[in-house]
C-alpha cells in the first residue's frame, strides 16, 4: 500500500444535510467501519449534537454549523470514536452507566487503546501520532436514564437505554417524526459485541425490545441511514445469528 495522502484541518469534516432538519457531520478519510456519524439535529430553541467524532481536530473550529446555536450535546456512549470533541461543549449528556469514562476516558476505557492505531485511515491527519493519542475528559452536566427527554423546544427525543455493545449506550427517538438516532446498537454493518464491557445478552435483549419500534428513519452510528424494513432485518439477522449460536437472552427480574 502506498503512502497515504496527510489531510490537514479545514478538508478533514464532510457535512452532509438530510431531511427533517437533520444534518450528518462525518470524517471522511476515517475507514467506514471506524468512521463515526455525527448527527445534528436543529431544533427551535437549541440544537442537539449527537456524538462528536475522533476528536483529533476540533469541532467547534471546523464545523461552524455546531457553534451557531444554543447546543445539547449527548453521547450514545462512551468509546472514544463518539466523544473526542466532547470537552468542546459546555452542556453534555450520557447514559449514568458511563459517566465515568467521559470523566476519565482512558484509552482502554474508550476501546482507543484497541481501536485507535494508523489502520483507522485512508487519509492521514496532520499531526497524527497513535502512541499520543487521548480523549480530554468532559464530565457530563446531565445524566441520561431511559424514558428521559432531550428537548429542543418544539422537538422532543426520548432517551432508549440500549445496553449491549456497551453498558451505558443510547438511542434517541422523534416519535413525531419517526427518527432513530440509534448510536452503535444498530446500523448497517457488522455489529460489534466482543468490546471488553459488551455483553451478548444484554445486546439480544435490547434489539429483541427495540424491534417493534416506530421508526421511519434510522441514522446509526456508522456507515448510511435507512429505513423500518431494513431496521428490522438487521435486528431479525443478528438475533437469528446469536440464536443459532447459542446464545441466550438474560432473564431479567
Not at 489531510?7 to 444534518?23: C, F, H, K, L, Q
Not at 444554543?70 to 453534555?92: M, W
Not at 441511514?225 to 437472552?249: I, N, P
Request: hydrophobic residues 35%.
Amino acid at each position: 500500500m502506498g503512502t497515504l495522502p496527510v489531510i490537514d484541518a479545514p478538508d478533514w469534516y464532510e457535512i452532509i444535510r438530510m431531511s427533517d432538519g437533520v444534518t450528518l457531520i462525518h470524517e471522511p478519510w476515517i475507514k467506514p467501519f471506524f468512521r463515526c456519524n455525527m448527527w445534528h439535529v436543529r431544533g427551535r430553541d437549541r440544537d442537539l449534537l449527537f456524538d462528536t467524532g475522533l476528536g483529533h481536530f476540533s469541532l467547534r473550529r471546523h464545523v461552524p454549523l455546531v457553534t451557531e446555536r444554543k447546543l445539547t450535546c449527548v453521547a450514545s456512549h462512551t468509546h472514544f470514536d463518539h466523544i473526542g470533541c466532547h470537552h468542546e461543549f459546555p452542556d453534555r449528556c450520557v447514559h449514568a452507566a458511563e459517566a465515568e469514562i467521559l470523566a476519565d476516558p482512558r484509552n482502554e476505557w474508550t476501546a482507543a487503546g484497541t481501536y485507535a492505531t494508523d489502520e483507522m485511515f485512508d487519509g492521514m491527519p496532520q499531526g497524527w501520532d497513535t502512541a499520543r493519542y487521548s480523549i480530554q475528559p468532559a464530565p457530563a452536566d446531565r445524566l441520561l436514564a431511559h424514558g428521559d427527554v432531550v428537548d429542543l423546544g418544539d422537538r422532543a427525543f426520548e432517551v432508549i437505554h440500549t445496553p449491549g455493545h456497551s453498558p451505558g449506550g443510547i438511542a434517541l427517538h422523534e416519535k413525531k417524526t419517526g427518527i432513530l438516532l440509534s448510536g452503535d446498537i444498530i446500523y448497517d454493518g457488522p455489529l460489534i459485541d466482543d468490546v471488553y464491557h459488551s455483553d451478548i445478552s444484554d445486546y439480544m435483549a435490547t434489539l429483541l425490545g427495540m424491534r417493534h419500534l416506530d421508526v421511519s428513519v434510522v441514522h446509526g452510528g456508522h456507515f448510511p441511514s435507512f429505513g423500518k424494513v431494513r431496521y428490522r432485518q438487521l435486528v431479525d439477522e443478528y438475533l437469528a445469528h446469536k440464536r443459532q449460536a447459542g446464545c441466550h437472552l438474560r432473564q431479567h427480574p
